[in-house]
């Protein structure tokens, strides 16, 4: 299954354990799932960290946030099962109020230190200029905690000594980080498990029911992976694409990263 982990210098090798953290319920699915399916079909084990419950997601205020916080809590559950993956982690921190303080550090360094991942998949800690939605704060600030509790915290003994290694968490080094949504180094070829992936994403009925019903969802869904697998061909991956020209591999779909060495 390397062959659908690919850099401009070849495969790389399947990760065998797997963290994902990322800010609110459904920002796996349209990133990753199709990696994650892609991870769990190769025999990797898959575990989630969900910074928040999402109960700040819905407009409707007759809805309350504990509702709400138990119906995304519920669709997570369902979309991971649909790319394979049974063990998630909500810390509940306040949805829209994020930061990355040494609360939320200890608390992803502690998820690091039950799961001991190989990989952390996590969002990008970078402001995207071009667009607002690919700059939320909590994504920003989730991204940078992990980022912080996979180097020094996770590793560090007397990090958080009380909260962690007094209670019998361990310190673990993770070796490396893939970012979303930032200048990749690493391509998925999600072709494949772009149904899983999409199956997985609309589990999330509370937030993809209406932008379904405004816009095809699949058909978004498919421009960007499109988009992705020319960038992959244009960056030398030779599977999209021969000499740089995306449309020599056919209508190929990626997810891409910018692959860390953190060990």
């Not at 699915?29 to 084990?45: N, P, Q, R, W």
């Not at 009380?162 to 968490?169: C, I, N, W, Y």
Request: with cysteine.
């Amino acid at each position: 299954m390397t062959a659908h982990f690919l850099t401009a210098d070849g495969p790389i090798e399947i990760p065998k354990r797997v963290l994902v953290v990322v800010a609110h319920p459904d920002d796996i699915d349209f990133g990753v799932a199709g990696t994650i399916c892609e991870l769990t079909k190769a025999g990797s084990y898959v575990s989630y960290c969900l910074v928040t419950s999402g109960e700040a997601g819905e407009d409707d205020m007759t809805v309350s946030a504990d509702e709400l916080r138990d119906m995304r809590e519920a669709e997570q559950t369902a979309a991971a099962a649909e790319v394979g993956v049974d063990t998630l982690h909500f810390l509940r921190h306040p949805d829209g109020m994020v930061e990355a303080n040494l609360a939320l550090r200890r608390d992803i360094s502690r998820i690091i230190r039950i799961e001991k991942p190989d990989v952390v998949i996590t969002q990008s800690p970078e402001r995207n200029y071009d667009s607002v939605y690919g700059s939320h704060p909590d994504h920003i600030e989730t991204a940078e905690a992990t980022l912080r509790a996979v180097y020094p915290d996770a590793r560090n003994p007397r990090a958080f000594t009380e909260e962690l290694l007094d209670q019998g968490f361990e310190p673990h080094t993770v070796n490396h980080v893939w970012l979303g949504q930032v200048e990749p180094t690493m391509f998925v070829d999600v072709t494949d498990s772009f149904d899983a992936k999409l199956r997985a994403l609309r589990s999330h009925q509370s937030q993809v029911a209406k932008r379904d019903a405004e816009f095809n969802l699949e058909k978004v869904m498919r421009e960007w992976g499109e988009r992705l697998a020319g960038i992959a061909a244009k960056n030398g991956v030779e599977h999209f694409g021969s000499n740089g020209d995306p449309g020599t591999a056919g209508n190929l779909l990626a997810e891409a990263y910018r692959v860390l060495d953190t060990a």
